[in-house]
């Protein structure tokens, strides 16, 4: 079989391992007459030669939203990238309508944070995961319906669609998966084997293999349809808090809490690349849908980009203000969004992707390297695995590419959310309704805030319960759920243990007859 990974050129030579040069760091050639004096080094590393102008294959900010008022934890973007959803630490759901004019719809129905939410592959429903124990399916629509899936015992870390929609998979800290129907909202199967808390799971572009890491130092490959663990990959320098599959299904990729970004072959079980680009722990990454870069958001507060072709660093991505929780490419990989602790949401164009690849590799090599090619004596041979800070890149800060800092946020409609989801007999989901075109800012805003009102009194309205008595009521209906469960639990276990006893009162009774018998 082919390898997952061609490089398309050979990596450029560097200094030897005896001279390692600082991280970020060029050398500077003296000028005419000064050869006797020792090398000076220079920071260098915003753009070419200094400038601090975006050309026009670089990613670029397009915009920043704020709706949440605590960190954002999880974004996703729609078959179309004509949506983004993002949750929060608020235990809220924002859906952002991208296309003009802007709009948001913020969701409420977690009672703690929400850890994770991703799109339907139809883009039809959304599952959130969150530390109140529960997952979540939503229908987008006005009327904020939802139905919830008990079962884990503890925070649950992370959900992911599989390729078809039919099934979700989620990661929780009781050191289970587990996997449920979208369809029936039922427990299909568990996964057990991970000794510590599981960060993340998720299914591989064909749905027959699970892909799972935890704070055990593992990642773990399942057999979906036989239920089995076929492989497990150790991480012994820190634990995996994030795991992915390529585009093509054949490697996974994992952020490690020791700063790294692993490459793993799951044909061969084989480590790829080893990177070490970032100087704090790496919380998220994407697949860019082409597989030749990824995408890696880190606590120290940058997003960087990877070629994984080249085995090289490109891009780094400023713009936040703190750790980046989370990043996510588009369906099509024009675009990608970004969350952190900051409480905002990054949208960025990508950009480079619009260039054949190696028209990227050569824009960049020019300007990440402005010596003169190196004597021969200067060449070392390419490490294997392992790429360290000494890596430069072209650094992208916003606040000097600046993007469209005028137009206003969109208008948030708050939805309230139903215990229950119905999908309507055509099969289709009311869509959401999009703020009216206005001649001013101030009509626009009271317009939105009317549109608001009637989508709020639109949920209210069928229900005719009051709030508190409506949350009690879903209460006790959630711990007659959970109690059912146990005592199915318990029918089980007497069920075998009957059977145990029934089947030692029969042996017992043959060797009665065979004593009576001698």
């Known amino acids: 079989m082919a390898s997952p990974l061609v490089r398309a050129r050979p990596r450029q030579p560097g200094r030897p391992a005896g001279e390692p040069r600082p991280a970020g760091v060029t050398r500077r050639r003296e000028p005419p007459g000064r050869g006797c004096r020792p090398r000076r080094w220079r920071r260098s590393g915003r753009r070419d030669c200094g400038s601090r102008r975006a050309r026009g294959e670089d990613p670029v900010l397009i915009r920043r939203f704020r709706g949440h008022t605590a960190a954002v934890t999880g ?54 995961a969150s530390q109140d124990h529960t997952v979540r399916l939503w229908i987008p629509c ?26 979700v998979v989620s990661a929780s800290n009781d050191k289970l998966i587990k996997i449920w129907s979208v369809c029936s909202q039922r427990l299909l199967f568990t996964l057990f084997q991970h000794t510590g808390w599981v960060c993340c799971a998720k299914f591989s572009p064909d749905g027959r293999i699970i892909a799972s890491c935890g704070e055990d130092k593992s990642i773990k490959l399942w057999d979906a349809r036989n239920k089995i663990c076929i492989n497990t990959f150790s991480d012994y320098e820190g634990f995996p808090t994030f795991v992915d599959f390529n585009p093509s299904g054949t490697c996974i990729a994992s952020a490690g809490s020791n700063n790294t970004v692993k490459l793993w072959d799951i044909r061969t079980n084989k480590l790829l690349q080893h990177f070490k680009v970032h100087r704090a722990g790496v919380n998220c990454i994407s697949f860019h849908p082409s597989g030749n870069y990824l995408i890696t958001a880190s606590s120290d507060g940058t997003l960087k980009i990877l070629d994984l072709l080249g ?10 203000k703190g750790p980046v929780l989370c990043v996510a490419f588009s369906k099509g990989g ?88 119905s999908t309507p007999s055509d099969g289709r989901s009311e869509e959401l309704p999009s703020p009216c075109d206005s001649p001013s800012a101030r009509s626009s805003k009271r317009k939105a805030e ?3 009102g009637s989508a ?27 109690l059912t469960v146990t005592i199915s639990v318990l029918e089980e276990r007497l069920t075998c243990t009957e059977d145990k006893l029934k089947e030692c009162i029969k042996d017992q009774q043959k060797m009665l007859l065979k004593g009576e018998q001698n």
């Open 142 to 167: 006005i009327y904020g319906e939802s139905s919830v899936l008990k079962g884990h015992t503890a925070p649950v870390r992370s959900v992911s669609f599989s390729h078809d929609g039919y099934s």
């Open 75 to 128: 974004v996703a973007f729609d078959a179309n990238a004509a949506e983004l959803v993002t949750c929060s630490v608020d235990s809220l759901l924002i859906l952002w309508k991208l296309r003009t004019p802007c709009s948001a719809y913020r969701f409420s129905g977690h009672a703690e944070a929400v850890t994770s939410v991703e799109f339907s592959p139809d883009g039809r429903v959304l599952a959130s």
């Open 311 to 320: 085995e090289r660093l490109i891009y780094t991505l400023h713009g936040h």
């Open 334 to 421: 024009e675009s990608f969004a970004s969350g952190g602790v900051d409480a905002q949401v990054l949208l960025w164009k990508t950009n480079f992707d619009t260039l054949d690849y190696e028209e990227v590799l050569k824009h960049n090599f020019r300007r990440t390297h402005i010596d003169d090619p190196p004597h021969l004596l200067d060449v070392y041979p390419r490490s294997c695995h392992f790429h360290d800070e000494t890596i430069t890149s072209v650094e992208v800060d916003p606040t000097f590419d600046v993007p469209d800092m005028q137009t206003p946020d969109p208008v948030i409609f708050d939805i309230r959310t139903s215990s229950y989801m």
């Open 456 to 482: 709020v009194l639109s949920v209210e309205q069928p229900r005719g319960i009051p709030s508190s008595v409506d949350w009690a009521l879903d209460h006790i209906v959630g711990q007659l759920e959970m």
């Open 450 to 452: 009317n549109e608001s």
